[in-house]
C-alpha cells in the first residue's frame, strides 16, 4: 500500500529540487514548499496535516506563490527593456496577489484586474501605432505636393496619431527620441529624425 503521507513529502521535495535549479526566479515557491515540508514534518499525520492545511488557507499560498514568482519576473524584464507601462501592470497584479486570502479572492481579483487594467494593452497598442505614424512621416517626406500619395500620407500620419495619443496621451515627438520601448523600434538615425521631425510637426503640432 502506498504511503501517501510519504508521497507528499517527495513531491514537495521533488519540487523544491526543481525550484532551486533556478533560485532567483523561484523564490516564494522555494518559500511555500519549505513552508508545507516543514508543515509535514510537524504534522506527523496525514489527517493532522489536512487539519492544518485547512487551517491555514486550503493552500491558497501555493497559488499566490506561483503568481508572485511570474509577475516578479515578469516585471524585472520590463523594467530592463524600458517599458514601464507592463512593468507597473505586473507590480499591481503583484500586489492583488499579495492580497488575496482565499482561492475565490484570488480568482476573482484577478479577473477584475485583466477586465479593467489596460497599462500593457495600450503599450502594445501604442507601439504599434508608432510604426505606422513614422513611416507615414517618412513617406510624406518624399510624396510629391498636391499629390494623392501626400493626401494619403496625411490621412494615415493623423489617424494614427490619434489612436496613439488614446493609448498614450502623454505621446510626443520628445517621448517618442527619448522612450527605449518606442525610440529602439525605429530604424532611422538620429540625424534622419531630425529631418523627419519637422514633417512631424507640421502634422501632428507634437
Given at each position: 500500500m502506498i504511503d501517501s503521507f510519504e508521497m507528499q513529502k517527495r513531491y514537495y521535495t521533488?519540487?523544491?529540487?526543481?525550484?532551486?535549479?533556478?533560485?532567483?526566479?523561484n523564490?516564494?515557491?522555494?518559500?511555500?514548499?519549505?513552508?508545507?515540508?516543514?508543515?509535514?514534518?510537524?504534522?506527523?499525520s496525514p489527517s493532522e496535516f489536512m487539519k492544518r492545511i485547512q487551517q491555514t488557507g486550503n493552500m491558497v499560498s501555493t497559488a499566490k506563490a506561483e503568481g508572485i514568482d511570474r509577475c516578479e519576473n515578469r516585471a524585472f524584464?520590463?523594467?530592463?527593456?524600458?517599458?514601464?507601462?507592463?512593468?507597473?501592470?505586473?507590480?499591481?497584479?503583484?500586489?492583488?496577489?499579495?492580497?488575496?486570502?482565499?482561492?475565490?479572492?484570488?480568482?476573482?481579483?484577478l479577473?477584475?484586474?485583466?477586465?479593467?487594467?489596460?497599462?500593457?494593452?495600450?503599450?502594445?497598442?501604442?507601439?504599434?501605432a508608432l510604426g505606422s505614424v513614422i513611416s507615414g512621416v517618412f513617406?510624406?517626406?518624399?510624396?510629391?505636393?498636391?499629390?494623392?500619395?501626400?493626401?494619403?500620407?496625411?490621412?494615415?500620419?493623423?489617424?494614427y496619431w490619434k489612436l496613439m495619443k488614446e493609448a498614450d496621451p502623454a505621446a510626443s515627438w520628445e517621448k517618442i527620441m527619448s522612450y527605449p520601448p518606442y525610440r529602439d523600434r525605429i530604424i532611422f538615425s538620429d540625424d534622419h529624425m531630425a529631418i523627419l521631425e519637422k514633417k512631424f510637426r507640421e502634422v501632428c503640432h507634437g
Open positions: 521533488a519540487q523544491l529540487e526543481q525550484f532551486r535549479t533556478s533560485p532567483g526566479l523564490e516564494a515557491r522555494i518559500r511555500d514548499c519549505e513552508y508545507y515540508l516543514d508543515m509535514l514534518e510537524d504534522s506527523g524584464i520590463f523594467e530592463k527593456l524600458g517599458e514601464s507601462g507592463k512593468a507597473e501592470e505586473e507590480r499591481l497584479r503583484l500586489a492583488l496577489i499579495r492580497s488575496a486570502e482565499t482561492h475565490i479572492e484570488l480568482s476573482e481579483k479577473e477584475e484586474f485583466v477586465r479593467e487594467t489596460k497599462l500593457a494593452f495600450n503599450e502594445n497598442k501604442a507601439i504599434t513617406q510624406l517626406a518624399t510624396d510629391g505636393a498636391g499629390s494623392a500619395d501626400e493626401k494619403r500620407s496625411l490621412l494615415n500620419i493623423k489617424e
